[in-house]
C-alpha cells in the first residue's frame, strides 16, 4: 500500500514538472519599469506575479504597488487555458474586472480578455521569450472610468 501511495505522488510530482517545464508561464515574475511603458501612465511603483500549474491551466497571485501608493492584490484560477471566462479575486485588478479568459495560441504566446459585468475592458498578449527569462504583456483596454490605456509590460523571471 505504502509502495502504491508512493509511486502515485511521483508519477503526480512528474507530470506536473512536465507540464511547468511545457508551460513558460510557470514562474516568479518581477516587473522591469525601465523597460515598461504606460499610456497614459503612470506606471505601478512596483509589481511582481507568481504563476504556478493548476489542473491544465494557471493560477495567477499578482502584488504591487500603484502609481498612487495603493496596493495591488489580486488572483485567478483558469483551470484551463481555453478562453473560458474565470474569476477574479482581490483589491484593483486590471481595469476593474472581474473575469479573466485566457487562451494558448502556441508555446511562447498567450491572449487573455478582461471583462467586468461581461463587457471585455482589457485584452493582453502575452509573448514568452524562448529562453524563458522574460515575458512581454502588450495591453489595451479602458480603465476604472472608462479612459483608453495602453501597456507594454516587460517582466523578468525570478
Given at each position: 500500500?505504502?509502495?502504491?501511495?508512493?509511486?502515485?505522488?511521483?508519477?503526480?510530482?512528474?507530470?506536473?514538472?512536465?507540464?511547468?517545464?511545457?508551460?513558460?508561464?510557470?514562474?516568479?515574475?518581477?516587473?522591469?519599469?525601465?523597460?515598461?511603458?504606460?499610456?497614459?501612465?503612470?506606471?505601478?511603483?512596483?509589481?511582481?506575479?507568481?504563476?504556478?500549474?493548476?489542473?491544465?491551466?494557471?493560477?495567477?497571485?499578482?502584488?504591487?504597488?500603484?502609481?498612487?501608493?495603493?496596493?495591488?492584490?489580486?488572483?485567478?484560477?483558469?483551470?484551463s487555458l481555453d478562453g473560458k471566462d474565470y474569476p477574479m479575486a482581490g483589491s484593483a485588478p486590471p481595469s476593474g474586472g472581474d473575469t479573466i479568459a485566457v487562451k494558448r495560441i502556441d508555446t511562447y504566446t498567450f491572449e487573455s480578455s478582461i471583462k467586468k459585468a461581461g463587457?471585455?475592458?482589457?485584452?493582453?498578449?502575452?509573448?514568452?521569450?524562448?529562453?524563458?527569462?522574460?515575458?512581454?504583456?502588450?495591453?489595451?483596454?479602458?480603465?476604472?472610468?472608462?479612459?483608453?490605456?495602453?501597456?507594454?509590460?516587460?517582466?523578468?523571471?525570478?
Amino acid at each position: 500500500m505504502k509502495r502504491a501511495l508512493a509511486s502515485t505522488a511521483i508519477a503526480f510530482l512528474c507530470v506536473a514538472g512536465l507540464f511547468a517545464q511545457s508551460n513558460p508561464m510557470i514562474g516568479n515574475w518581477k516587473l522591469n519599469l525601465a523597460k515598461s511603458k504606460y499610456t497614459p501612465g503612470p506606471a505601478p511603483k512596483s509589481q511582481s506575479a507568481t504563476i504556478e500549474a493548476a489542473g491544465d491551466g494557471i493560477r495567477n497571485v499578482t502584488k504591487g504597488v500603484a502609481a498612487d501608493g495603493s496596493a495591488i492584490a489580486y488572483e485567478y484560477t483558469a483551470s484551463s487555458l481555453d478562453g473560458k471566462d474565470y474569476p477574479m479575486a482581490g483589491s484593483a485588478p486590471p481595469s476593474g474586472g472581474d473575469t479573466i479568459a485566457v487562451k494558448r495560441i502556441d508555446t511562447y504566446t498567450f491572449e487573455s480578455s478582461i471583462k467586468k459585468a461581461g463587457k471585455v475592458v482589457q485584452t493582453n498578449k502575452v509573448v514568452y521569450s524562448k529562453d524563458g527569462k522574460m515575458r512581454t504583456i502588450s495591453t489595451k483596454g479602458t480603465d476604472k472610468n472608462g479612459q483608453p490605456t495602453s501597456s507594454v509590460a516587460v517582466y523578468e523571471r525570478q
